[in-house]
T-cell receptor, first 115, second 121 residues
Framework: AQKVTQAQTEISVVEKEDVTLDCVYE???????LFWYKQPPSGELVFLIR??????QNEISGRYSWNFQKSTSSFNFTITASQVVDSAVYFC????????????FGKGTKLSVKP | DAGVTQSPTHLIKTRGQHVTLRCSPI?????VSWYQQVLGQGPQFIFQ???????GRGNFPDRFSARQFPNYSSELNVNALLLGDSALYLC????????????????????FGAGSRLTVL
């Protein structure tokens, strides 16, 4: 069975702190994709990153970075020097293709960045 | 360019009623997916349509149905509404589904609309 676990329900930090959001996934498929989405209070899910199972390179985009480790089935997301605008719910998701090719989401981590 | 548009944005229904939610995908996108997001949870997959055909269905009762039109827009219908159907219904579009096992195919990024918030009283 496929599953995504985001163990952190809520995180609160002060502006400029670094914060890491954890994501652990389960699948027996060897080909899969992992995603992170951000959901601000407006409700619309905003795409942040996609990574396929054959690419374990870490990625950095501005203040955002992602650490993909197949050995631990984890795809963690770090925000450096957090800002108030980063406050949102962040979802990690898994896609395995075929008729189940849609996204399997975790329950999300609510990040609150206080000034 | 217009993103994924959904209507209505908010609606209130009573138990037993029927609801129709509408979605227009990004221009050029032929695949539409529907998700249900209950408060405090991650979105759950309901349906995927591509070229007017159902390509996938999540674990939802037959009260939920959908269709896709020739212009690739889509409707989600829910009959005999229950209190538990109260949720944010999200539509997402992508160029096409990921056909795993097919050379050159990969998971496309789903672009989501802002959702239709349904309250069932």
């Amino acid at each position: 069975a496929q599953k995504v676990t985001q163990a952190q329900t809520e995180i609160s930090v002060v502006e400029k702190e670094d914060v890491t959001l954890d994501c652990v996934y389960e699948t027996r498929d060897t080909t899969y994709y992992l995603f992170w989405y951000k959901q601000p209070p407006s409700g619309e899910l905003v795409f942040l990153i996609r990574r396929n199972s054959f690419d374990e390179q870490n990625e950095i985009s501005g203040r955002y970075s992602w650490n993909f480790q197949k050995s631990t089935s984890s795809f963690n997301f770090t925000i450096t020097a957090s800002q108030v605008v980063d406050s949102a719910v962040y979802f990690c998701a898994l896609s395995i293709g075929g008729s189940q090719g849609n996204l399997i989401f975790g329950k999300g981590t609510k990040l609150s960045v206080k000034p | 360019d217009a993103g994924v548009t959904q209507s209505p944005t908010h609606l209130i229904k009573t138990r037993g009623q029927h609801v129709t939610l509408r979605c227009s995908p990004i221009s050029g996108h032929k695949s539409v997916s529907w998700y249900q997001q209950v408060l405090g949870q991650g979105p759950q997959f309901i349906f995927q349509y591509y070229e007017k055909e159902e390509r996938g269905r999540g674990n939802f009762p037959d009260r939920f149905s959908a269709r896709q039109f020739p212009n690739y827009s889509s409707e989600l219908n829910v009959n005999a509404l229950l209190l538990g159907d109260s949720a944010l219904y999200l539509c997402a579009s992508s160029p096409k589904p990921w056909e795993s096992g097919k050379r050159g195919s990969g998971a496309n990024v789903l672009t989501f609309g802002a959702g239709s918030r349904l309250t069932v009283l």
